[in-house]
């Protein structure tokens, strides 16, 4: 029969093992995730872009967007 005391033990002992494999596995990683750098904010996929109003209706779009078809649109086609 398992006693508290041996319970007990045995939770302290899957504790530590996790904690030092944790310790241990992080050494790796956490100097790649520092070499990483992240791309410029253009080159991302869904990265966010600043909106510009448009100078003839005042709509807010993306600074590289087509033409809205208006004619006075400032933005090319």
């Known amino acids: 029969m398992i006693s508290v005391p041996k319970l007990v033990l045995i939770i302290a002992l899957i504790v530590v093992v ?29 990265a966010i872009e600043d909106l510009v109003a448009c100078r003839s209706c005042g709509a807010y779009v993306a600074a590289g967007a087509r033409a ?5 649109c400032p933005l090319p086609r």
């Open 68 to 72: 809205c078809g208006k004619p006075a």
């Open 18 to 46: 996790w904690f030092a494999m944790r310790w241990l596995n992080r050494g790796p990683s956490a100097i790649a995730r520092r070499r990483r750098q992240p791309p410029p904010r253009a080159q991302r996929p869904g």
